[in-house]
């Protein structure tokens, strides 16, 4: 289960990353946010930056028991396929590392980086790249509800419903599994309350007798314009369980 545990908390990023790198147009509903049918999240082509606050917790089991949660912290400046260099990032005095000079900021580990719904972002930014320095208190509360649980074990033979408590009040859900054959990830509407994987999506990613992880994926997100720059605040509580498969 080790494998789909890894797996899970690796699509938590690479969801993250989708977000920076498809142009979309603009959708004033959802704080110009779109989420196409595979949970691929992106902002529109109107931002100047993104910061991301996220809260990963993975239980250890498929119903109750305990769990290990994680903290990430990301953002990206410039345009969303092209990033510039923003100076030094921190949020809540953590320091984001400049991924290999790429341009994209990021934080992981076990440090309680959001104690409360606070997120304070300091930027010092870069007048080479045009990027303004700022600090901003993004207060929007993490995401509620969400909570499921999984049957002991999934006939990958037949078709899995989840039913989960409601998510209201965010912008996205992304539902995905993992196993040791890859991912699948789908988005289900605010307020909704069940997802179900199909047969054929069950067997992209498991095999029987193996290891699969289901995770949830609520998006809040809040534009903000900071000097002259519009910067979107994203907050994510994300939530994953594992169980066997038949």
């Not at 509903?29 to 949970?39: C, E, I, P, R, W």
Request: one cysteine or more; a negative charge.
């Amino acid at each position: 289960m080790k494998i789909t545990r890894f797996l899970c908390l690796m699509a938590f990023t690479a969801i993250l990353f989708s977000s920076c790198n498809k142009e979309v147009v603009d959708n004033p509903s959802t704080n110009n946010l779109t989420v196409d049918a595979n949970g691929n999240i992106s902002v529109a082509n109107d931002a100047d930056g993104a910061c991301y606050a996220i809260k990963s917790r993975v239980f250890d089991n498929n119903t109750g028991g305990s769990s290990s949660d994680f903290y990430t912290a990301f953002a990206w400046f410039g345009k969303p396929n092209a990033f510039v260099d923003g100076g030094t990032v921190t949020t809540n005095s953590f320091e984001l590392s400049n991924i290999g000079g790429l341009n994209y900021y990021f934080y992981f580990g076990i440090d309680d980086l959001f104690p409360t719904n606070t997120a304070k972002w300091v930027v010092s930014g870069n007048t080479t790249s045009g990027v303004p320095g700022f600090t901003h208190v993004d207060d929007t509360p993490f995401s509620t509800g969400g909570d499921f649980t999984l049957p002991a074990k999934v006939n990958i033979s037949n078709p899995l419903t989840i039913n989960f408590t409601a998510v209201n009040n965010v912008t996205a859900i992304v539902y995905g599994i993992r196993g040791s054959k890859g991912a699948k990830n789908k988005a289900v509407a605010n307020g909704a309350s069940s997802v179900t994987f199909s047969v054929a999506e069950l067997n992209e990613v498991a095999l029987p007798n193996d290891g699969i992880a289901v995770d949830i994926m609520p998006v809040v997100i809040v534009p903000k314009t900071l000097n002259g720059k519009k910067i979107y605040f994203v907050k994510q509580f994300q939530q994953a369980r594992e169980t066997d498969t038949l």
